[in-house]
Protein backbone atom coordinates (compact mmCIF):
# COMPACT_ATOMS: atom_id res chain seq x y z
CA UNK A 1 0.00 0.00 0.00
CA UNK A 2 1.32 3.54 -0.93
CA UNK A 3 1.92 6.45 2.20
CA UNK A 4 -1.08 8.68 0.06
CA UNK A 5 -3.51 5.58 0.52
CA UNK A 6 -2.52 4.42 4.05
CA UNK A 7 -3.37 8.17 4.73
CA UNK A 8 -6.57 8.15 3.08
CA UNK A 9 -7.63 5.00 4.63
CA UNK A 10 -6.87 6.53 8.04
CA UNK A 11 -8.85 9.72 7.65
CA UNK A 12 -11.48 7.70 6.53
CA UNK A 13 -11.75 5.56 9.43
CA UNK A 14 -10.91 8.19 11.69
CA UNK A 15 -14.60 10.11 9.97
CA UNK A 16 -16.43 7.20 10.33
CA UNK A 17 -15.16 6.55 14.14
CA UNK A 18 -16.93 9.99 14.57
CA UNK A 19 -19.67 9.60 12.62
CA UNK A 20 -21.02 5.75 13.40
CA UNK A 21 -21.67 6.61 17.86
CA UNK A 22 -24.80 9.10 16.46
CA UNK A 23 -26.25 6.39 13.72
CA UNK A 24 -26.73 3.21 16.17
CA UNK A 25 -30.11 3.01 14.70
CA UNK A 26 -28.96 2.37 10.89
CA UNK A 27 -28.88 -1.25 9.65
CA UNK A 28 -25.77 -2.91 9.87
CA UNK A 29 -26.03 -4.18 5.91
CA UNK A 30 -26.30 -1.35 3.07
CA UNK A 31 -29.94 -1.23 1.86
CA UNK A 32 -30.45 -2.02 -1.75
CA UNK A 33 -32.01 1.46 -3.63
CA UNK A 34 -35.35 1.33 -5.31
CA UNK A 35 -35.37 -0.49 -8.66
CA UNK A 36 -36.66 2.59 -10.66
CA UNK A 37 -34.20 5.17 -8.60
CA UNK A 38 -31.29 6.02 -10.62
CA UNK A 39 -27.64 4.53 -8.85
CA UNK A 40 -24.22 5.94 -9.23
CA UNK A 41 -21.23 3.83 -9.56
CA UNK A 42 -20.09 4.72 -6.68
CA UNK A 43 -23.48 3.85 -5.15
CA UNK A 44 -23.76 0.56 -6.93
CA UNK A 45 -20.60 -1.19 -6.01
CA UNK A 46 -21.43 0.13 -1.93
CA UNK A 47 -24.70 -1.98 -2.59
CA UNK A 48 -22.66 -4.82 -3.43
CA UNK A 49 -20.60 -5.04 0.34
CA UNK A 50 -21.98 -7.40 1.93
CA UNK A 51 -20.62 -7.96 5.70
CA UNK A 52 -18.55 -11.13 6.40
CA UNK A 53 -20.44 -13.23 8.18
CA UNK A 54 -22.07 -16.01 7.01
CA UNK A 55 -25.45 -15.54 8.47
CA UNK A 56 -28.21 -12.44 8.19
CA UNK A 57 -27.83 -10.36 11.08
CA UNK A 58 -31.25 -9.93 13.32
CA UNK A 59 -33.83 -7.53 11.81
CA UNK A 60 -35.72 -5.46 14.42
CA UNK A 61 -39.16 -5.64 13.78
CA UNK A 62 -41.00 -2.86 16.48
CA UNK A 63 -40.51 -4.44 20.13
CA UNK A 64 -39.51 -7.87 18.51
CA UNK A 65 -36.17 -9.54 17.51
CA UNK A 66 -37.01 -11.74 14.03
CA UNK A 67 -33.96 -14.08 13.75
CA UNK A 68 -33.22 -15.65 10.73
CA UNK A 69 -34.51 -19.20 10.89
CA UNK A 70 -31.92 -22.01 12.57
CA UNK A 71 -30.46 -24.26 10.07
CA UNK A 72 -32.64 -27.37 10.83
CA UNK A 73 -35.68 -25.99 10.17
CA UNK A 74 -37.55 -25.43 7.14
CA UNK A 75 -40.40 -23.19 6.37
CA UNK A 76 -43.70 -24.35 4.95
CA UNK A 77 -43.39 -21.50 2.03
CA UNK A 78 -40.01 -22.54 1.31
CA UNK A 79 -40.73 -26.37 1.22
CA UNK A 80 -43.44 -25.61 -1.57
CA UNK A 81 -41.08 -22.84 -3.37
CA UNK A 82 -38.62 -26.20 -3.71
CA UNK A 83 -41.40 -28.72 -5.08
CA UNK A 84 -42.58 -25.10 -7.34
CA UNK A 85 -39.38 -25.21 -8.60
CA UNK A 86 -39.09 -28.65 -9.63
CA UNK A 87 -41.75 -30.14 -11.06
CA UNK A 88 -41.09 -30.70 -14.86
CA UNK A 89 -44.59 -29.02 -15.61
CA UNK A 90 -44.70 -25.57 -13.31
CA UNK A 91 -48.13 -24.59 -15.65
CA UNK A 92 -51.07 -26.47 -14.67
CA UNK A 93 -53.59 -27.27 -17.47
CA UNK A 94 -56.80 -28.56 -16.93
CA UNK A 95 -57.45 -31.44 -14.34
CA UNK A 96 -60.04 -34.19 -14.46
CA UNK A 97 -62.98 -32.92 -12.25
CA UNK A 98 -63.02 -36.29 -10.72
CA UNK A 99 -59.31 -36.30 -9.48
CA UNK A 100 -59.46 -32.37 -8.57
CA UNK A 101 -62.71 -33.46 -6.31
CA UNK A 102 -61.05 -36.48 -4.93
CA UNK A 103 -57.84 -34.71 -3.61
CA UNK A 104 -59.43 -31.37 -3.02
CA UNK A 105 -58.52 -32.26 1.06
CA UNK A 106 -54.45 -32.24 0.02
CA UNK A 107 -53.70 -28.60 0.25
CA UNK A 108 -55.81 -28.68 3.83
CA UNK A 109 -53.85 -31.92 5.06
CA UNK A 110 -50.13 -30.25 3.54
CA UNK A 111 -50.62 -26.87 5.43
CA UNK A 112 -52.03 -28.91 8.38
CA UNK A 113 -49.05 -27.55 11.35
CA UNK A 114 -50.42 -30.22 13.80
CA UNK A 115 -49.62 -32.74 11.15
CA UNK A 116 -46.10 -34.93 10.19
CA UNK A 117 -47.33 -34.60 6.29
CA UNK A 118 -45.71 -31.10 5.73
CA UNK A 119 -42.27 -32.39 7.20
CA UNK A 120 -42.44 -35.70 5.37
CA UNK A 121 -43.33 -34.41 2.11
CA UNK A 122 -40.08 -32.03 2.53
CA UNK A 123 -38.02 -34.50 3.04
CA UNK A 124 -39.31 -36.23 -0.12
CA UNK A 125 -39.02 -33.59 -2.19
CA UNK A 126 -35.35 -32.68 -1.39
CA UNK A 127 -34.27 -36.11 -1.90
CA UNK A 128 -36.12 -36.01 -5.40
CA UNK A 129 -34.27 -32.22 -6.15
CA UNK A 130 -30.63 -33.69 -5.05
CA UNK A 131 -31.44 -36.66 -7.56
CA UNK A 132 -32.83 -34.12 -10.63
CA UNK A 133 -35.65 -35.90 -10.49
CA UNK A 134 -39.54 -33.88 -11.19
CA UNK A 135 -41.22 -33.14 -8.18
CA UNK A 136 -43.88 -34.42 -9.43
CA UNK A 137 -42.89 -37.73 -7.55
CA UNK A 138 -43.46 -36.25 -4.52
CA UNK A 139 -46.93 -36.74 -4.53
CA UNK A 140 -46.80 -40.47 -5.09
CA UNK A 141 -47.40 -40.88 -1.30
CA UNK A 142 -50.24 -38.69 -1.29
CA UNK A 143 -51.95 -41.39 -3.81
CA UNK A 144 -50.72 -44.27 -2.32
CA UNK A 145 -50.91 -44.28 1.31
CA UNK A 146 -52.09 -40.81 2.26
CA UNK A 147 -48.45 -39.93 3.57
CA UNK A 148 -48.98 -42.62 5.98
CA UNK A 149 -45.64 -43.96 6.60
CA UNK A 150 -47.41 -47.29 8.99
CA UNK A 151 -50.05 -47.56 6.04
CA UNK A 152 -51.14 -51.04 4.81
CA UNK A 153 -52.99 -52.16 2.02
CA UNK A 154 -55.32 -55.54 2.44
CA UNK A 155 -53.35 -56.16 -0.80
CA UNK A 156 -50.56 -56.36 0.83
CA UNK A 157 -48.49 -53.25 -0.22
CA UNK A 158 -47.03 -51.22 2.83
CA UNK A 159 -45.71 -48.02 4.07
CA UNK A 160 -45.41 -44.29 2.70
CA UNK A 161 -44.87 -45.56 -1.17
CA UNK A 162 -46.93 -48.82 -0.67
CA UNK A 163 -44.11 -51.31 -2.42
CA UNK A 164 -45.61 -54.45 -3.08
CA UNK A 165 -43.09 -57.35 -0.84
CA UNK A 166 -40.86 -58.79 -4.07
CA UNK A 167 -40.20 -54.57 -5.26
CA UNK A 168 -39.21 -53.77 -1.94
CA UNK A 169 -36.42 -57.04 -1.74
CA UNK A 170 -35.50 -56.59 -4.97
CA UNK A 171 -34.61 -52.61 -3.63
CA UNK A 172 -32.99 -53.34 -0.82
CA UNK A 173 -35.88 -52.84 1.69
CA UNK A 174 -36.23 -55.99 4.19
CA UNK A 175 -39.34 -57.81 5.59
CA UNK A 176 -38.64 -60.09 8.14
CA UNK A 177 -40.65 -61.11 11.61
CA UNK A 178 -41.01 -58.31 13.53
CA UNK A 179 -39.57 -55.91 11.23
CA UNK A 180 -40.59 -54.37 7.96
CA UNK A 181 -38.78 -51.64 5.79
CA UNK A 182 -41.04 -50.52 3.67
CA UNK A 183 -42.39 -49.03 7.01
CA UNK A 184 -39.36 -46.90 7.58
CA UNK A 185 -40.23 -43.69 5.69
CA UNK A 186 -36.07 -43.34 5.51
CA UNK A 187 -35.07 -46.53 4.11
CA UNK A 188 -38.35 -46.67 1.70
CA UNK A 189 -37.73 -43.03 0.18
CA UNK A 190 -34.63 -43.86 -0.36
CA UNK A 191 -35.47 -46.90 -2.47
CA UNK A 192 -38.43 -45.68 -4.17
CA UNK A 193 -36.23 -42.51 -5.52
CA UNK A 194 -33.73 -44.90 -6.71
CA UNK A 195 -36.43 -47.11 -8.40
CA UNK A 196 -37.84 -43.77 -10.07
CA UNK A 197 -34.65 -42.64 -11.16
CA UNK A 198 -34.02 -46.37 -12.67
CA UNK A 199 -37.44 -45.81 -14.59
CA UNK A 200 -36.68 -42.04 -15.28
CA UNK A 201 -33.60 -42.71 -17.37
CA UNK A 202 -35.16 -45.61 -19.02
CA UNK A 203 -37.82 -43.83 -20.00
CA UNK A 204 -35.74 -40.94 -21.46
CA UNK A 205 -36.98 -38.46 -19.01
CA UNK A 206 -40.46 -38.41 -19.17
CA UNK A 207 -41.83 -38.23 -15.93
CA UNK A 208 -45.53 -39.53 -17.05
CA UNK A 209 -44.05 -42.52 -18.34
CA UNK A 210 -42.25 -43.14 -15.25
CA UNK A 211 -45.28 -43.03 -13.23
CA UNK A 212 -47.18 -45.37 -15.41
CA UNK A 213 -44.13 -47.45 -14.82
CA UNK A 214 -44.03 -47.15 -10.94
CA UNK A 215 -47.38 -47.96 -11.28
CA UNK A 216 -47.91 -50.86 -13.35
CA UNK A 217 -44.48 -52.25 -13.51
CA UNK A 218 -41.45 -51.17 -15.90
CA UNK A 219 -41.85 -53.91 -18.49
CA UNK A 220 -45.82 -53.83 -18.88
CA UNK A 221 -45.25 -50.41 -19.88
CA UNK A 222 -42.11 -50.80 -22.10
CA UNK A 223 -43.76 -53.67 -23.74
CA UNK A 224 -47.16 -51.17 -24.78
CA UNK A 225 -44.87 -48.32 -25.91
CA UNK A 226 -43.34 -51.08 -28.13
CA UNK A 227 -46.70 -52.13 -29.23
CA UNK A 228 -47.50 -48.23 -29.92
CA UNK A 229 -44.74 -47.44 -31.99
CA UNK A 230 -43.97 -44.29 -29.73
CA UNK A 231 -40.73 -42.59 -28.93
CA UNK A 232 -40.36 -42.32 -25.05
CA UNK A 233 -39.14 -39.20 -24.83
CA UNK A 234 -42.32 -37.65 -26.19
CA UNK A 235 -45.25 -39.81 -25.77
CA UNK A 236 -48.36 -39.12 -24.69
CA UNK A 237 -49.88 -41.79 -22.24
CA UNK A 238 -52.95 -41.74 -24.05
CA UNK A 239 -51.55 -42.65 -27.46
CA UNK A 240 -50.17 -46.19 -25.35
CA UNK A 241 -52.69 -48.99 -25.33
CA UNK A 242 -52.86 -52.13 -23.36
CA UNK A 243 -52.34 -50.74 -19.90
CA UNK A 244 -54.94 -51.53 -17.40
CA UNK A 245 -57.06 -48.16 -16.51
CA UNK A 246 -55.90 -47.54 -13.11
CA UNK A 247 -52.64 -46.59 -14.70
CA UNK A 248 -53.81 -43.86 -17.19
CA UNK A 249 -55.44 -42.78 -14.11
CA UNK A 250 -52.29 -42.60 -11.91
CA UNK A 251 -50.91 -39.78 -14.59
CA UNK A 252 -53.61 -38.22 -14.06
CA UNK A 253 -54.08 -38.00 -10.96
CA UNK A 254 -50.70 -36.58 -10.20
CA UNK A 255 -51.52 -34.11 -12.53
CA UNK A 256 -54.88 -32.97 -10.59
CA UNK A 257 -52.66 -33.01 -7.19
CA UNK A 258 -50.12 -30.73 -9.01
CA UNK A 259 -52.84 -28.31 -9.95
CA UNK A 260 -54.44 -28.45 -6.39
CA UNK A 261 -51.31 -27.05 -4.71
CA UNK A 262 -50.37 -24.89 -7.46
CA UNK A 263 -53.79 -23.39 -7.12
CA UNK A 264 -53.11 -23.62 -3.34
CA UNK A 265 -50.03 -21.44 -3.58
CA UNK A 266 -52.10 -18.60 -4.88
CA UNK A 267 -53.97 -18.17 -1.89
CA UNK A 268 -52.87 -15.47 0.57
CA UNK A 269 -54.17 -17.38 3.49
CA UNK A 270 -53.05 -20.87 2.33
CA UNK A 271 -49.40 -19.26 2.02
CA UNK A 272 -49.86 -17.77 5.15
CA UNK A 273 -50.65 -20.67 6.95
CA UNK A 274 -47.43 -22.00 5.75
CA UNK A 275 -45.08 -19.72 6.91
CA UNK A 276 -43.95 -21.28 9.98
CA UNK A 277 -41.05 -23.43 10.77
CA UNK A 278 -40.89 -27.32 9.56
CA UNK A 279 -38.34 -29.25 10.89
CA UNK A 280 -36.20 -30.93 8.70
CA UNK A 281 -36.41 -34.19 8.73
CA UNK A 282 -32.77 -36.32 8.25
CA UNK A 283 -32.13 -40.06 7.47
CA UNK A 284 -30.00 -41.33 9.64
CA UNK A 285 -28.18 -44.43 10.75
CA UNK A 286 -29.09 -45.53 14.13
CA UNK A 287 -25.75 -47.00 15.60
CA UNK A 288 -25.20 -48.53 18.63
CA UNK A 289 -28.86 -48.58 20.12
CA UNK A 290 -31.18 -51.48 20.92
CA UNK A 291 -34.59 -49.70 20.36
CA UNK A 292 -35.60 -46.30 19.36
CA UNK A 293 -36.57 -44.73 22.87
CA UNK A 294 -32.78 -45.46 24.16
CA UNK A 295 -31.84 -43.88 20.56
CA UNK A 296 -33.97 -40.95 21.41
CA UNK A 297 -32.69 -40.84 25.41
CA UNK A 298 -29.42 -40.32 24.01
CA UNK A 299 -29.58 -37.76 21.59
CA UNK A 300 -32.43 -35.52 23.28
CA UNK A 301 -35.22 -36.56 20.52
CA UNK A 302 -38.59 -37.05 21.83
CA UNK A 303 -39.37 -40.94 21.38
CA UNK A 304 -42.87 -40.37 20.70
CA UNK A 305 -42.30 -38.47 17.77
CA UNK A 306 -39.87 -40.73 16.23
CA UNK A 307 -41.93 -43.87 17.14
CA UNK A 308 -44.69 -41.76 14.83
CA UNK A 309 -42.33 -41.15 12.29
CA UNK A 310 -40.80 -44.37 12.52
CA UNK A 311 -43.29 -47.01 12.47
CA UNK A 312 -41.07 -50.26 11.06
CA UNK A 313 -39.44 -49.32 14.42
CA UNK A 314 -42.17 -49.01 16.97
CA UNK A 315 -42.23 -52.72 17.40
CA UNK A 316 -39.46 -55.12 17.31
CA UNK A 317 -35.74 -53.98 16.64
CA UNK A 318 -34.32 -55.39 13.39
CA UNK A 319 -31.93 -58.73 13.92
CA UNK A 320 -29.27 -57.40 11.32
CA UNK A 321 -27.59 -54.43 10.19
CA UNK A 322 -28.20 -50.87 11.06
CA UNK A 323 -31.33 -49.40 10.87
CA UNK A 324 -32.20 -45.88 9.70
CA UNK A 325 -34.86 -43.50 10.57
CA UNK A 326 -36.14 -40.14 9.51
CA UNK A 327 -35.10 -37.89 12.59
CA UNK A 328 -35.48 -33.85 12.87
CA UNK A 329 -32.48 -32.10 13.05
CA UNK A 330 -31.93 -30.03 15.96
CA UNK A 331 -30.82 -26.61 16.50
CA UNK A 332 -27.26 -25.89 17.34
CA UNK A 333 -26.78 -24.74 20.89
CA UNK A 334 -25.64 -21.50 19.85
CA UNK A 335 -28.91 -20.62 17.63
CA UNK A 336 -31.04 -21.74 20.54
CA UNK A 337 -29.28 -19.18 22.84
CA UNK A 338 -29.43 -16.74 20.79
CA UNK A 339 -33.36 -17.43 20.39
CA UNK A 340 -33.41 -16.94 24.17
CA UNK A 341 -31.55 -13.85 24.44
CA UNK A 342 -33.48 -12.18 21.11
CA UNK A 343 -36.90 -13.12 23.28
CA UNK A 344 -35.33 -11.92 26.53
CA UNK A 345 -34.88 -7.98 24.43
CA UNK A 346 -37.78 -8.04 23.76
CA UNK A 347 -38.42 -8.06 27.86
CA UNK A 348 -41.24 -6.40 29.39
CA UNK A 349 -42.99 -4.99 26.44
CA UNK A 350 -43.85 -8.62 25.60
CA UNK A 351 -47.23 -10.62 27.21
CA UNK A 352 -45.97 -12.85 29.49
CA UNK A 353 -48.51 -15.83 28.86
CA UNK A 354 -46.34 -15.77 25.48
CA UNK A 355 -43.85 -17.19 26.57
CA UNK A 356 -45.14 -19.96 28.40
CA UNK A 357 -47.30 -22.96 26.86
CA UNK A 358 -49.89 -25.24 28.76
CA UNK A 359 -49.82 -28.52 27.80
CA UNK A 360 -52.75 -30.59 26.11
CA UNK A 361 -53.53 -33.74 25.02
CA UNK A 362 -51.44 -34.74 22.61
CA UNK A 363 -48.79 -32.40 22.82
CA UNK A 364 -45.08 -33.31 22.31
CA UNK A 365 -41.88 -31.87 23.27
CA UNK A 366 -41.11 -31.88 19.61
CA UNK A 367 -44.60 -30.78 18.75
CA UNK A 368 -44.56 -27.60 20.96
CA UNK A 369 -41.26 -26.78 19.65
CA UNK A 370 -42.15 -26.56 16.56
CA UNK A 371 -44.85 -24.28 17.22
CA UNK A 372 -42.50 -21.79 19.17
CA UNK A 373 -39.57 -21.98 16.66
CA UNK A 374 -36.78 -23.71 18.98
CA UNK A 375 -35.54 -26.62 19.28
CA UNK A 376 -36.81 -29.91 21.54
CA UNK A 377 -33.68 -30.01 23.36
CA UNK A 378 -33.98 -26.49 24.19
CA UNK A 379 -37.47 -26.65 25.50
CA UNK A 380 -36.26 -29.61 27.63
CA UNK A 381 -33.63 -27.77 28.86
CA UNK A 382 -35.70 -24.44 29.72
CA UNK A 383 -37.71 -26.51 31.83
CA UNK A 384 -35.59 -28.88 33.81
CA UNK A 385 -36.99 -32.14 32.05
CA UNK A 386 -35.01 -35.13 29.90
CA UNK A 387 -35.73 -36.51 26.57
CA UNK A 388 -37.59 -39.24 28.15
CA UNK A 389 -39.90 -37.03 30.52
CA UNK A 390 -43.98 -37.57 30.45
CA UNK A 391 -45.51 -34.19 29.56
CA UNK A 392 -48.62 -34.60 31.32
CA UNK A 393 -51.85 -32.01 30.03
CA UNK A 394 -52.09 -29.08 32.23
CA UNK A 395 -48.38 -28.76 33.08
CA UNK A 396 -46.96 -25.20 32.06
CA UNK A 397 -43.89 -24.92 30.33
CA UNK A 398 -40.99 -22.16 29.25
CA UNK A 399 -41.36 -21.87 25.90
CA UNK A 400 -38.38 -18.47 25.79
Not at 182 to 190: F, G, I, K, Q, V
Request: hydrophobic content about 40%; charged content about 20%; overall charge neutral.
Amino acid sequence: MSPDRGLALCCALAVAALVLPGCTGAPSRPVAPDAGTPVSAPEAAAADIQPEESSPPAAAQGDHIVLPPPPSTATGLSIYDAFRGGLAEPQCGNAQPRWHKHFAHAPRRLGDPGSDTLALFGHVVETLREARLPTEFALIPFIESGYAPGARSKAGPAGLWQFIGVTARHHGLRIEPGYDARLSPAESTRAAVQYLKTLYDRFDGNWRLTAMAYNAGEYRVLQALRHSGGDAAGVAPGSIRGLPPVTYAYVEKLHALACLIEEAGEQPQWRAGLDHPVPRLQARALEDARSLDAWAARHGQDPATLRRLNPALAGRWPSRDTPWALVPETATASGATAAATAAGMAGAAADPQAATHTVRKGDSAWSIARRYGVSPRHLLELNGLRADSVLRPGMVLRVQ
